[in-house]
T-cell receptor
Framework: RKEVEQDPGPFNVPEGATVAFNCTYS??????FFWYRQDCRKEPKLLMS???SGNEDGRFTAQLNRASQYISLLIRDSKLSDSATYLC????????????FGTGTRLKVLA | GAVVSQHPSWVICKSGTSVKIECRSL??????MFWYRQFPKQSLMLMAT?????????EQGVEKDKFLINHASLTLSTLTVTSAHPEDSSFYIC???????????FGDGTRLSIL
């Protein structure tokens, strides 16, 4: 079983749609969780950290369920510019601050 | 937001050449820097973790004599790919983080092509 699992997609959605991505992680000792987006041939960019209470940043909402070891990202009112690969990232609980990456979920927003 | 600069962004060179890539944190002191490589359609693969003033910690399977890492200051780390060969062609990305439970911020990557 992979340490961080994501559906690779692609998710093809029309502009304006709401889309949700899910991610599960295997190590219950992980403490920090993030969503990054990566455009083709570019570096990952931090989208948002994920907190236990859930957090929202504009059209983006992240949720964490520690009991189920499950993280989600909801994008409302999708824009063409949201097309990218979304990486679910979990910290390595060994204390080294290393990241464990999911394989990423590809999103294509269609006009 | 935090800015990490990576240079050069693109390198094309002959087999046998050594290539140095720089990673700088521009607006914060990077306690830890990380070096990754990424092949097309694959996830980032961590190569090594670098703490300022100490030797880098390499991941299993990464040759430390091949990929030399220097982290001489809190704002600069360098990766030197020594005697590069075509199989070293990849997208190399650094990241940096401040102290405490801070996220990593990535440099804009270096696309290395060895002919």
């Amino acid at each position: 079983r992979k340490e961080v699992e994501q559906d690779p997609g692609p998710f093809n959605v029309p502009e304006g749609a709401t889309v949700a991505f899910n991610c599960t992680y295997s190590n219950s000792a992980s403490q920090s969780f993030f969503w990054y987006r990566q455009d083709c041939r570019k570096e990952p960019k931090l989208l948002m950290s994920v907190y236990s209470s859930g957090n929202e940043d504009g059209r983006f909402t992240a949720q964490l369920n520690r009991a189920s070891q499950y993280i989600s990202l909801l994008i409302r009112d999708s824009k063409l510019s949201d097309s990218a690969t979304y990486l679910c990232v979990v910290n390595d609980p060994s204390g080294t601050y290393k990241y464990i990456f999911g394989t990423g979920t590809r999103l294509k927003v269609l006009a | 937001g935090a800015v990490v600069s990576q240079h050069p962004s693109w390198v094309i060179c002959k087999s046998g050449t050594s290539v140095k890539i720089e990673c700088r944190s521009l607006d914060f002191q990077a306690t830890t820097m990380f070096w990754y490589r990424q092949f097309p359609k694959q996830s980032l693969m961590l190569m090594a973790t670098s703490n300022e003033g100490s030797k880098a910690t390499y991941e299993q399977g990464v040759e430390k004599d091949k990929f030399l890492i220097n982290h001489a200051s809190l704002t600069l780390s360098t990766l030197t790919v020594t005697s590069a060969h075509p199989e070293d062609s990849s997208f190399y990305i650094c990241s940096a983080r401040d102290s405490g439970p801070q996220p990593q911020h990535f440099g804009d990557g270096t696309r290395l092509s060895i002919l």
